[in-house]
Protein backbone atom coordinates (compact mmCIF):
# COMPACT_ATOMS: atom_id res chain seq x y z
CA UNK A 1 0.00 0.00 0.00
CA UNK A 2 1.60 3.13 -0.87
CA UNK A 3 0.38 6.29 0.91
CA UNK A 4 0.48 9.85 -1.55
CA UNK A 5 2.15 12.74 -0.35
CA UNK A 6 -0.94 14.90 -1.18
CA UNK A 7 -3.62 12.86 0.62
CA UNK A 8 -1.55 12.48 3.80
CA UNK A 9 -1.31 16.15 3.90
CA UNK A 10 -4.94 16.71 3.44
CA UNK A 11 -5.65 13.99 6.38
CA UNK A 12 -3.44 16.48 8.24
CA UNK A 13 -5.11 19.63 7.84
CA UNK A 14 -8.49 17.93 8.38
CA UNK A 15 -7.73 16.70 11.69
CA UNK A 16 -6.11 19.77 12.22
CA UNK A 17 -9.19 21.27 11.75
CA UNK A 18 -11.05 18.94 13.49
CA UNK A 19 -9.01 18.97 16.28
CA UNK A 20 -9.59 23.15 16.25
CA UNK A 21 -13.34 22.61 16.08
CA UNK A 22 -13.15 20.31 19.34
CA UNK A 23 -10.86 22.60 21.00
CA UNK A 24 -13.24 25.60 20.50
CA UNK A 25 -16.57 23.20 21.46
CA UNK A 26 -14.65 22.24 24.58
CA UNK A 27 -13.69 25.57 26.10
CA UNK A 28 -16.97 26.87 25.23
CA UNK A 29 -18.49 24.49 27.33
CA UNK A 30 -15.49 24.85 29.94
CA UNK A 31 -16.78 28.83 29.80
CA UNK A 32 -20.55 27.75 30.22
CA UNK A 33 -19.31 25.08 33.24
CA UNK A 34 -17.20 28.06 34.66
CA UNK A 35 -19.94 30.82 34.73
CA UNK A 36 -22.96 28.63 35.73
CA UNK A 37 -20.88 27.00 38.62
CA UNK A 38 -19.57 30.05 40.22
CA UNK A 39 -18.87 28.54 43.35
CA UNK A 40 -16.58 25.95 41.84
CA UNK A 41 -12.35 26.91 43.12
CA UNK A 42 -10.08 27.76 40.82
CA UNK A 43 -8.10 25.01 42.68
CA UNK A 44 -9.79 22.39 41.75
CA UNK A 45 -10.38 23.66 38.39
CA UNK A 46 -6.33 23.75 37.55
CA UNK A 47 -6.36 20.42 39.48
CA UNK A 48 -8.66 18.90 37.27
CA UNK A 49 -6.36 20.23 34.14
CA UNK A 50 -3.45 18.55 35.26
CA UNK A 51 -4.77 15.75 35.93
CA UNK A 52 -6.32 15.29 32.47
CA UNK A 53 -2.67 16.30 31.28
CA UNK A 54 -1.43 13.40 33.47
CA UNK A 55 -3.92 10.84 31.89
CA UNK A 56 -2.70 11.66 28.55
CA UNK A 57 0.77 11.23 29.18
CA UNK A 58 -0.13 7.99 30.98
CA UNK A 59 -2.25 7.01 28.10
CA UNK A 60 0.63 8.24 25.88
CA UNK A 61 3.21 6.54 27.53
CA UNK A 62 1.24 2.71 27.86
CA UNK A 63 0.48 3.10 24.14
CA UNK A 64 4.61 3.21 22.92
CA UNK A 65 4.71 0.35 25.79
CA UNK A 66 2.65 -1.59 24.35
CA UNK A 67 4.28 -0.67 20.62
CA UNK A 68 7.31 -1.60 21.59
CA UNK A 69 6.29 -5.18 22.71
CA UNK A 70 5.38 -6.20 19.75
CA UNK A 71 1.43 -5.36 20.61
CA UNK A 72 -0.55 -5.84 17.14
CA UNK A 73 -3.37 -4.45 18.72
CA UNK A 74 -1.82 -1.25 18.79
CA UNK A 75 -0.93 0.89 15.58
CA UNK A 76 2.00 3.52 15.18
CA UNK A 77 -0.96 5.80 14.03
CA UNK A 78 -2.32 5.47 17.19
CA UNK A 79 0.76 5.86 19.51
CA UNK A 80 1.71 9.34 17.54
CA UNK A 81 -1.60 10.66 17.73
CA UNK A 82 -1.39 9.48 21.81
CA UNK A 83 1.69 11.45 21.92
CA UNK A 84 1.16 14.43 20.17
CA UNK A 85 -2.24 14.67 22.13
CA UNK A 86 -0.15 14.40 25.59
CA UNK A 87 2.94 16.58 24.30
CA UNK A 88 0.53 19.46 23.11
CA UNK A 89 -1.86 19.35 26.28
CA UNK A 90 1.30 19.76 28.27
CA UNK A 91 2.79 22.46 26.56
CA UNK A 92 -0.64 24.77 26.68
CA UNK A 93 0.01 23.82 30.69
CA UNK A 94 2.97 24.82 31.00
CA UNK A 95 2.12 28.54 28.67
CA UNK A 96 -0.99 28.78 31.32
CA UNK A 97 1.61 28.46 34.16
CA UNK A 98 3.53 30.90 32.66
CA UNK A 99 0.50 33.24 32.27
CA UNK A 100 -0.67 32.61 36.22
CA UNK A 101 3.01 33.54 37.17
CA UNK A 102 3.43 36.44 34.94
CA UNK A 103 -0.07 38.15 36.18
CA UNK A 104 1.02 37.24 39.98
CA UNK A 105 3.81 39.41 39.20
CA UNK A 106 2.24 41.80 37.96
CA UNK A 107 -0.30 41.91 40.76
CA UNK A 108 2.45 41.96 43.36
CA UNK A 109 4.39 44.96 41.68
CA UNK A 110 1.49 47.12 41.29
CA UNK A 111 1.59 50.06 43.92
CA UNK A 112 -0.31 49.60 47.11
Same mark, same amino acid.
Given at each position: ???Q?????????????????????????? &??????? @? /??? %??????????? *?????????????????????????? &??????? @? /??A %????V?????? *????????????
Open positions: MKIPNSLYQEMQSLAVEATRNTIKTNEVA &VQKTAAT @S /SAQ %FGDLLSDAINT *VNGLQKDAKSKVTALEMGDRSVSLAE &VMIASQK @S /SV %FEATQVRNKL *VESYKEIMNMPV
